[in-house]
């Protein structure tokens, strides 16, 4: 999956790399910077979403659409497409560009709002990534759960980089008999919480 990835994605992955680099460097205030995740969270998040059960895969926070990518390829191997969600509308428009230049289109569909208010809407999910602001982590949480299917998997990033701010979501979800869940210590740290 990863040893051939088309030069179009590659030369975007480099392009946002770079850009999320400056923006940690010279005090980007933290709502106008990327955010993404690094490039190793986005070959586990690809493994973990080709390795999911039949059904629809999401992602909540698309920023400019750099773990999109990684999750497309994991799309491209598996037949499968990924619905993701983005709030912001000036990074709506790098992950417009980033689907575009990327050459995605056939296997991203860019949904422009709210994730919570559509979460609900979609039936039978198998792989869930979620990686937006912290405080609606949990919201997100208990509306994707009760639609995961089983066996279905919802990955959180920032688990260890931001412990403090979602540590009564850790709790909640380490304690819920629906799920076997455990935390990664890859990159900023990944929740893994498979349906049961």
């Excluded at 560009?97 to 979609?122: H, K, M, N, Q, S």
Aim: hydrophobic letters at 45%.
């Amino acid at each position: 999956m990863f040893h051939s990835i088309r030069p179009a994605i590659l030369d975007r992955m480099r392009f946002l790399e770079e850009i999320d680099r400056r923006d940690r460097a010279d005090g980007t205030p933290r709502l106008a910077r990327l955010r993404q995740i690094p490039p190793e969270t986005g070959r586990f998040i690809a493994l973990l979403a080709a390795a999911s059960p039949a059904g629809s895969w999401l992602e909540i926070g698309t920023s400019a659409g750099y773990s999109t990518m990684w999750l497309a390829l994991a799309c491209e191997q598996t037949g499968r497409t990924l619905t993701t969600f983005e709030l912001l509308p000036e990074k709506i428009l790098l992950a417009r560009e980033t689907i575009r230049l990327a050459g995605i289109e056939g296997v991203v569909d860019l949904v422009e709002g709210d994730a919570r208010e559509c979460l609900r809407g979609y039936p039978r999910v198998a792989f869930c990534f979620l990686d937006a602001e912290k405080e609606v982590y949990g919201d997100c949480y208990d509306a994707v759960v009760p639609n995961l299917a089983p066996g279905g998997i919802l990955a959180a990033d920032n688990a260890v980089s931001h412990e403090a701010a979602l540590q009564p979501m850790l709790e909640k979800v380490m304690a819920d008999a629906r799920m076997d869940s455990v935390i990664v210590p890859i990159g900023k740290g990944v929740l893994l919480s498979r349906k049961r």
